[in-house]
């Protein structure tokens, strides 16, 4: 059996880790490719439902990243994104969902290094935490027959 | 493999005509040819359209019975589902279930006038009559359609709009909303009700069916009556919101009234026997 | 018609029980969890709750689960393949325990799923069941299936009835079907000749409230009554009196899509949720909830009685117990018995 | 309950408000909202510890709204619905008067919301022992356990919203899962859909939860579900100093503090 590729997902702000990760590539910088990118104005507009709705899908895990505090393109956006993340980031928890497989980061548009190195990190532990079997389980739902009750 | 009620047949989108803003026209064939050899319907009948994933959404056949081989449908891109059939491209397939509901009595209407009154995207239901009885044009009197929009963009079918106004045998007058004309619009300008007064058709051995946004339907049925047509002698056709097609789902009725069994057609008398609840 | 009754001692419900799970039969039976008794599936007989009046589910998901597929889709290279749901691998199941009224509620629902179109789904899912009703010795306030036709020893739905005769008692079986007879056949032994038993005297009293029929006539010019706007203004809209009620068939067909393949489903609705009738265009004939309330009960007490021929309430009870506020069928029917109009 | 009475009449009598909302005897030993419209209807009024359903569910309800002027009995926990209520701008003073039942079972009238907010601010919200426990057991136990124990107890859940319905604070108009695009949540009952369905529900109450158990009474399942907002509510206490309904608004959720702390942000 060929080896686990972890599928990671990430969730970025514009304006700080995706240029981040822009200066990842241009610098010439090797990392894993495992990540999608999805990029947003600011971490202010990544709904709770989008990381869940990641899961669904098949991800093993998730990056989410933005502008180091202070440095918000909005001004605010990653405070309130932090509170939130401080409270759904401990709900998640609570429902058992592996909270592991979420990594939180703060990359500048300076820190393409950063940048790879929280890639190559992720990367790792899921592969040593393995696919996300709990939740893919419940998210594939037509794969099994309904049973009575 | 036994088939259940809900199974759609597989259709390919062979043709993909652009109506009017948001709204377009599929042609669409059936995958499977013995589909197609079991398939019948009448005017009136609607279907369940799906893009598989996506869901099912409630639409009308717009082609007449009497072209075989494909059935068309118009939608606009308003909700979910239409939105991802909007999204389709010629040669995609989708899901069609159907033909659900009642029927244009069009055998009854035989040597009657016919007059059309329609709105925006209501055509579409009421085309599939207009080319049944046309293609049967022997059949019928003098045949007459007001149709209305509220620009002249919003017109749906503009290749057919001037089929029909070359045609002798067809009266067509066509009107936009004040304001919706363009600068070479030859057609009239005003609201659809307000010009069937104007144009004042005959009632005398005339049928009227009238199809549009309900505000439309509220204004025209009085003109109608004062022309002297009977509740008898009009017809429209409902939309309430369906998933079945076939009285199962409980959502499109109107009192004891199954939209999807008992109508989508309906004379007007029938509708006034109907709670205020669509 | 003369019944095939029998006496099965109390002692010999667990032998049945075994020897219905020895013969592959999925038993499903009332089980309480967190307070609350639902049908589920039975592994050992000390599981099942026997004393209840009611359990707080109907058993409707036997027949019409809250969410069954209804098709498989997968896009490939040549297109699109589409398998509808195959049932034949259903299991051979025994639903033990249910009251008369919900065992009467499945001519209801399949009254519903049969009229004009065949549901082939609902057919076949119900094909595999065999109820085993038992009566009701108690009852309580909210029970009013005398009112609707009913009794609490009704036989109608199921295909073997058990009364039980007194307190601790032994059971009276009446075998009322084809299926209930291939039980019986299974393990003679254990159903004993019955002779001269009257079980209406075993029976839970249940006055009779109001008269069903009235209320249909009546309802008849009831759409524009004020009433379902006060009868409604404590309603919320929720979807819990439909979803515990044994007749309610309401469903909503969706999609779900993993990637290139996915399903539709076949889901339960309610009348009470405000989106129900929405239009895309954002017309919705039922705005508020008192047309919403009308609709519940003019659906059960006219619709369906005059379209279908049965009315679609058998009196369990159920919604006015699960309802969180208060919201009791009985007094509500009542109270358009009595209102004038 | 007499003074009680006696206001609710005067209240109608003389026009100040168009309906009171309070308690009346239920059937079956329930008890349940009342709607006074008429001076003599007021009789009826009533109140004992039987009465927790929360009221504030109702000062949202369109037709109820569209009565005009209201009064509302409440309890603690309806008052503090009520203040979360106005901080979001559902009900002022214009249109809801506040008839208090202090938790010793006392009338007392406030003359407007500022008032009841000096009265809420007397008492913090605080987890019952029984639900304290259970929270603890479940912190105490690995995420596989919890994955787990929610996955068995979300999944009889078929959806009925009736925990919506039942609370004050979910009054939107168009609920995340009534959302068809993007389909945020799966809209049949299912694991997934049961348990994205609770998640969200508790994330959108975070902050705005005051705790009176009306979304789990109402289940007719009797789910655990407010564990989800209990939980909730406890870490808001442990993070940012705790939760209470505010007037002033500044919501635990849309705002923020430059040195929020957390351990989590590499």
Known sequence: ?149 | MMDNLYMPYLMRIERITYEAPGVKTFMLKFVNEADQDKFSYKAGQFGEYSVYGVGESTFCIASPPTRKGYIECTFRQTGKVTNALSGCEEGNIIGFRGPYGNVFPIDEWKGKNLLFIAGGIALPPMRCVIWNALDLRDNFKDVTIIYGARTVKDLVYKDELKDWELRKDVKLVTTVDPGGESPDWRGEIGFVPTIVEKIAPSSKDTIAIVCGPPVMIKFTFPVLAKLGFTDESIYTTLENRMKCGFGKCGRCNVGKVFVCKDGPVFTLAQLKELPDEY | ?341 | ?266
């Open chain 1, 1 to 149: 059996m060929a080896e686990f590729e972890p599928k990671i997902v990430a969730f970025v702000c514009n304006w700080c880790t995706y240029a981040g990760a822009d200066l990842t590539g241009t610098s010439r910088i090797k990392y894993a490719s495992n990540v999608r990118i999805i990029r947003f104005p600011c971490t202010g507009r990544i709904d709770y439902m989008l990381l869940l709705k990641a899961f669904d899908e098949g991800a093993d895990g998730i990056i989410v990243s933005g502008c180091h505090p202070n440095d918000c393109h909005y001004t605010s956006g990653n405070f309130h994104a932090r509170r939130r993340w401080i409270m759904f980031r401990s709900l998640c928890d609570f429902t058992g969902i592996d909270t592991e497989r979420i990594k939180f980061s703060w990359v500048s548009a300076a820190e393409g290094a950063k940048w790879a190195d929280i890639v190559n990190a992720t990367v790792t532990s899921i592969r040593e935490l393995g696919p996300y079997t709990d939740y893919k389980k419940v998210a594939k739902y037509p794969e099994k027959e309904v049973s009575h009750g």
């Open chain 4, 1 to 266: 309950m007499v003074d009680l009475i006696k206001r609710a009449k005067e209240l109608i009598e003389t026009s100040t408000v168009k309906v009171v909302i309070g308690y009346e005897q239920g059937t079956a030993n329930k008890t349940r909202a009342l709607f006074v419209e008429k001076a003599e209807d007021a009789d009826k009024l009533m109140f004992d510890s039987r009465c927790v359903q929360n009221l504030a569910a109702y000062v949202t309800k369109r037709e109820v709204k569209e009565k005009g002027k209201m009064a509302i009995t409440a309890t603690l926990p309806v008052m503090r619905s009520i203040i979360q209520l106005a901080s979001e701008f559902q009900v002022n003073d214009n249109n809801l008067l506040v008839l208090g039942i202090t938790p010793e079972s006392k009338f007392i009238e406030f003359g407007n919301l500022v008032e009841v907010e000096t009265f809420v601010h007397q008492y913090t919200i605080e987890i019952d022992a029984r639900n304290k426990e259970m929270l603890d057991k479940l912190e105490k136990m690995s995420p596989a356990e919890r994955w787990k124990f929610w996955i068995d107890e979300l999944t009889p859940c078929f959806k009925c919203y009736a925990c919506r319905a039942a609370c004050p604070m979910c009054y939107c108009h168009r609920c995340t899962v009534d959302f068809n695009q993007p389909q945020w949540i799966p809209v049949p009952s299912h694991e997934l859909g049961n348990l994205e369905w609770h998640i969200m529900r508790a994330i959108h109450l975070t902050g705005r939860c005051i705790d009176c158990d009306a979304c789990y009474n109402a289940c007719p399942l009797s789910i655990p579900l407010n564990l989800l907002t209990k939980k909730m509510l406890e870490d808001a206490k442990e993070h940012f100093g705790g939760y209470q309904p505010s007037l002033k608004g500044g919501h635990l959720m849309s705002t923020y503090k430059p040195d929020d702390k957390e351990n989590f942000i590499q």
């Open chain 3, 1 to 341: 018609m003369n019944i095939d009754k029998r006496l099965v001692r109390k002692d010999s419900l667990e032998k049945l029980f075994d020897i219905l799970k020895q013969n592959s039969k999925t038993i499903y039976a009332p089980s309480s969890k967190n307070g609350k008794i639902s049908f589920n599936v039975a592994e050992s007989f000390s599981g099942i709750v026997t004393e209840y009046v009611q359990t707080s589910q109907s058993s409707k998901d036997i027949a019409f689960p809250r969410t069954e597929k209804i098709l498989d889709y997968s896009k490939n290279k040549e297109g699109m393949s589409v398998k509808g749901t195959d049932l034949k691998n259903l299991p051979e199941v025994i639903l033990w325990g249910v009251r008369p009224c919900d065992a009467s509620g499945i001519g209801e629902l399949s009254a519903i799923f049969n009229w004009d179109y065949k549901d082939e789904i609902y057919n076949d899912r119900l094909s595999r069941v065999t109820v085993f009703g038992f009566s009701c010795n108690k009852s309580d306030e909210y029970c009013f299936c005398t009112s609707v036709g009913g009794n609490p020893g009704n036989t109608a739905g199921s295909d073997i009835l058990f009364t039980r005769l007194g307190e601790n008692g032994d059971y009276l079986a009446e075998i009322l079907t084809e299926k209930g007879s291939l039980v019986v056949s299974m393990s003679p032994d254990l159903f004993g000749k019955a002779e001269n038993i009257d079980k209406e005297k075993f029976l839970a009293e249940v006055p009779v409230r109001f008269n069903h029929e009235e209320i249909r006539v009546k309802l008849d010019k009831f759409f524009e009554s004020k009433e379902w706007i006060e009868q409604s203004l404590r309603c919320l809209g929720c979807g819990a009196c439909a979803y515990v009620c044994p007749t309610c068939a309401c469903f909503d067909v969706q999609d779900e899509a993993h990637g290139k393949s996915g399903s539709r489903v076949r889901c339960w609705d309610s009348c009470g949720l405000s989106h129900f009738t929405l239009h895309t265009s954002g017309h919705n004939p039922r705005e508020v909830q008192s047309q919403r309330w009308r609709q519940r009960i003019m659906h059960k007490f006219s619709y369906m009685p005059e379209r279908l021929s049965v009315y679609g309430c058998t009196g369990c009870g159920r919604c006015s117990r699960a309802c969180p506020v208060d919201m009791n069928i009985l007094e509500h029917l009542i109270s358009i018995q009595e209102v004038t109009l």
